[in-house]
Nanobody, 114 residues
Framework: VQLQASGGGLVQPGGSLRLSCAASGSIFGFDVMGWYRQAPGQQRELVGTITSGDTTNYSDSVKGRFTISRDNAKSTVYLQMNSLKPEDTAVYYC?????????WGQGTQVTVSS
């Protein structure tokens, strides 16, 4: 499985961005997709995940501001980010967990700065 993320960029505090991640091939019903991020000098951390049944889980730091959704027909997962803060600056990675195997996208940079 190859994952291609897009949609990152530079945005002012309080602004919004939408990230997309397209998977090569089909997404299966048992696949869990999600987003992680890694800021400079920090470990990669979970942003949120979504199951095929659209059950979502978010880290406390983004809850209420970020929304994950998926389109199984397009094998794509989205991350809508609102009310962005400077501390959201990081490289964002999409992830697909299929049974015991994890697949990672190449990452897309999000910079929140005035």
């Amino acid at each position: 499985v190859q994952l291609q993320a897009s949609g990152g960029g530079l945005v002012q505090p309080g602004g919004s961005l939408r990230l997309s991640c397209a998977a090569s091939g089909s997404i299966f019903g048992f696949d869990v997709m999600g987003w992680y991020r890694q800021a400079p000098g920090q470990q990669r951390e979970l942003v949120g995940t979504i199951t095929s049944g659209d059950t979502t889980n978010y880290s406390d730091s983004v809850k209420g501001r970020f929304t994950i959704s998926r389109d199984n027909a397009k094998s794509t997962v989205y991350l809508q980010m609102n009310s962005l803060k400077p501390e959201d600056t990081a490289v964002y990675y999409c992830n697909l967990k299929r049974l015991s195997t994890r697949y990672w996208g190449q990452g897309t940079q999000v910079t929140v700065s005035s």
